[in-house]
């Protein structure tokens, strides 16, 4: 693939424009708030769209379109079961006490509604997670501008770090929240092309579920037996563990994408944010599930004359994270090149800036401030969250050299997050919803279900993973794995809260006022038109996504 005079100026015109969002941004930025928290003054259409950006960074554009040529349209799972059913929970149960607490962070939350060494651990281990998840976007920019267009891997590094940190440090969240959204258009209409183009060239939907294998086409039919479909699972492990475990753990706990809602105007606004970014991220399986399924259609020996084919690896197997950049190269000539370029580095730089503006935020709120140095002047811990971010973008250059030498550090990284989002989910649905719940037993719970899922990791194996105690237990794929450890470490954290907090003393409810379900007053929405009410918002996406499941079934 090789690039020219305008997909270049296009790649230049963008890097100007989201550097100068951050000079625009600098001129209102007076307070440590302004700077981390955007003063809570973002408005709703905003808000919404980096809600659903924050999350469109690499691992979802490279990672589901390859999900998609490897498993078929069973990958709209992670949206229609992991994703769209958390989201309108967050919105209509979890804001309220987020945003009504007026914690300007997660783990602040946790002290308001537990204690302090709960907190901790919870902020300590989302930091080191954001930075580590930072420096694997940089890796995985830099190692793919290496690839297809045999660019520096070195100078794509700093330069795309680099960007990053000047309009991140510049105009802090509010610059990386602006930014996301441009980002956002510019990946859907940088992709949008492709998948009509290659749609075209593969015959249309008909053509493809006659071309492809049924399992590859169907969402549920085959999940019965986890022998019958090609990610070898039972419908009842995706639901437990992808459905439920998995995604309230990331929609709902998840910083990174919970202070896109966090940030907004009102209550209202808070709460709408993540049910509307709902709206577009169902149809996001249009832009990075379909592209990889008709790129495996494409290789099938009816469409050979298409000239079509996904890259190998070295080992003579499919590379599948090749298939989107292979596309691109394949159907788009100079010009719409560049834009299709672009779209992906911006889906890396997305996921970045998300990352060091929330590992900014915690760590100056939540570690330096609650820890280390408390009552000094706002102007000081403006500038400590200014020098985070330097020193964020610093360790995630760090993180990419290191994934550079260490192959396995991306699976490593995955891996771990599934150890802290699994069990987390189970500490905030009983810490909200039930007061009983004690600092003591959140503690102790997070802390059972970390240990439980490395435990399960042991004694399972999945493609050559895991089993480090004892290969007890195989699993025919990684994902599977995933699932499982997930819902076993979501298990023990739930008992385990619950059987502590009954023998440890609760705080009395003068205190858990606004941070449990029963003892906060519910939102009204006397006057508002209906599509203005969360929950009739929320039934309507729902009852869509059970009709896309249907369609697909």
């Keep these: 693939m090789s690039l020219h005079f305008a997909d270049y100026l296009i790649i230049l015109v963008y890097f100007i424009f989201v550097i100068g969002v951050g000079f625009l941004i600098k001129k209102k930025i007076k307070s440590s708030n302004d700077f981390l928290t955007s003063n809570r003054s973002i408005p709703l259409w905003i808000t919404s769209l980096a809600f659903i950006s924050a999350n469109l960074g690499a691992q979802e554009v490279i990672g589901m379109v390859a999900s998609g040529a490897k498993y078929g349209i069973m990958t709209v799972h992670f949206y229609w079961v992991g994703a769209i059913f958390a989201m309108v929970f967050l919105g209509v149960f979890m804001m309220p006490f987020y945003y009504g607490s007026r914690a300007r962070s997660v783990p602040e939350y946790l002290s308001l509604r537990f204690d302090e060494k709960t907190r901790g651990l919870n902020a300590i ?41 000047i309009y991140t440090f510049l105009g802090g969240l509010t610059s990386a929240v602006y930014n996301e959204v ?12 492709l998948v009509i183009i290659a749609l075209q060239d593969a015959g249309g939907w008909d053509n493809i579920k006659h071309l492809l294998q049924p399992e590859m086409t169907h969402a549920w039919k085959y999940m019965g037996n986890a022998n019958d ?7 009842m492990s995706l639901i437990f563990g992808l459905g439920f475990v998995m995604s309230f753990g990331y929609w709902c706990t998840d910083f990174l994408v919970v202070q896109r809602a966090m940030i907004a105007r009102n209550m209202g606004d808070a709460q709408r944010t993540p049910i509307i970014a709902a709206i577009p991220k169902m149809m996001m399986p249009l832009i990075v599930v379909l592209p990889g399924v008709i790129a495996i259609t494409l290789m099938q020996p009816a469409l050979e004359s298409k000239g079509y084919r996904i890259p190998t690896a070295a080992n003579g197997e499919l590379d599948y994270t090749m298939t989107l950049p292979s596309l691109i190269a394949h159907y788009y000539p100079t010009g719409i090149l560049g834009v299709g370029i672009t779209a992906l580095i911006a889906s890396f730089m997305s996921g970045m800036a998300g990352n060091v503006t929330a590992f900014n935020s915690v760590f100056t709120f939540d570690i330096y401030q609650s820890y280390f140095v408390k009552n000094k002047s706002d102007r000081h811990y403006l500038l400590v969250g200014k020098c985070v971010t330097v020193v964020g973008i610093l360790i995630s250059i760090v993180t990419a050299y290191i994934a550079k030498s260490f192959n396995n550090i991306n699976d490593f990284l995955q891996l771990v997050f599934g150890f802290v989002n699994g069990p987390l989910f189970a500490t905030f649905l009983l810490g909200m919803f039930w007061k009983r719940t004690t600092g003591h037993g959140a503690f102790s719970g997070l802390v059972a279900g970390t240990i439980a899922a490395a435990i399960t990791h042991g004694v399972t194996v999945a493609e050559g993973k895991g089993g480090w105690i004892a290969p007890l237990y195989p699993i025919k794929s990684g994902m599977g794995q995933a699932f499982i450890v997930a819902g076993v470490s979501w298990t023990f954290n739930f008992f385990t809260t619950i059987l502590v907090s009954l023998v440890t003393k609760p705080k009395p409810d003068e205190q858990l006022k606004g941070l449990v379900y029963s003892l906060t007053e519910k939102p009204k929405y006397h006057q508002q038109k209906w599509y203005l009410r969360v929950v009739p918002l929320g039934i309507l996406l729902l009852v869509i996504t059970l009709l896309l499941n249907f369609i697909f079934f």
């Design 125 to 165: 281990s989302f930091a080191v997670m954001t930075v580590f998840s930072s420096g694997i976007s940089l890796y995985a920019l830099a190692k793919l501008m290496e690839s297809i267009l045999h660019w520096d891997f070195d100078i794509s590094i700093w330069v795309s770090a680099g960007i990053v940190m």
């Design 182 to 193: 441009l980002q956002f258009f510019l990946i859907v209409l940088g992709l949008s092309p």
């Design 229 to 235: 479909n090609p990610m070898g699972l039972h419908f």
